[in-house]
Nanobody, 126 residues
Framework: QVQLVESEGGLVQAGGSLRLSCAAS????????VGWFRQAPGKERELVAG???????YYADSVKGRFTISRDNAKNTMYLQMNNLKPEDTAVYYC????????????????????WGQGTQVTVSS
């Protein structure tokens, strides 16, 4: 059983930056695909960025060029660096992990992930 604990989000002005981290325990972190989802009020939870076992990445079009996902297997931690934040990035952000199924493909649906962090609020003011 994997536990995921996220760092605090926060309030930031548009154009600013924020880095989220997510610490994992209780499993072999290096064998999981991990990702960051977000959910805004009234909207579905969406994958913002994902990273597989060989550091292949996926980014939603809305964040390409602004967000960077990374992982440090030695520290059992994943990160989301968010730059040039926009008001539309305001949401609750969740880290998630899924057991490797033998493929490099990064899954994009929330129901394909096995473990979740508690969620952290990120608010971007205009």
């Amino acid at each position: 059983q994997v536990q995921l604990v996220e760092s605090e989000g926060g309030l930031v002005q548009a154009g600013g930056s924020l880095r989220l981290s997510c610490a994992a325990s209780g499993g072999t972190f290096s064998t999981y695909h991990v990702g960051w989802f977000r959910q805004a009020p009234g909207k579905e939870r969406e994958l913002v960025a994902g990273i597989n076992l060989t550091a292949g990445t996926y980014y939603a079009d809305s964040v390409k060029g602004r967000f960077t996902i990374s992982r440090d297997n030695a520290k059992n931690t994943m990160y989301l660096q968010m730059n040039n934040l926009k008001p539309e990035d305001t949401a609750v952000y969740y880290c998630a992990a899924r057991r490797w199924d033998g493929y490099a493909l990064i899954r994009r649906r929330a129901d394909e992930y096995d473990y979740w962090g508690q969620g952290t609020q990120v608010t971007v003011s205009s």
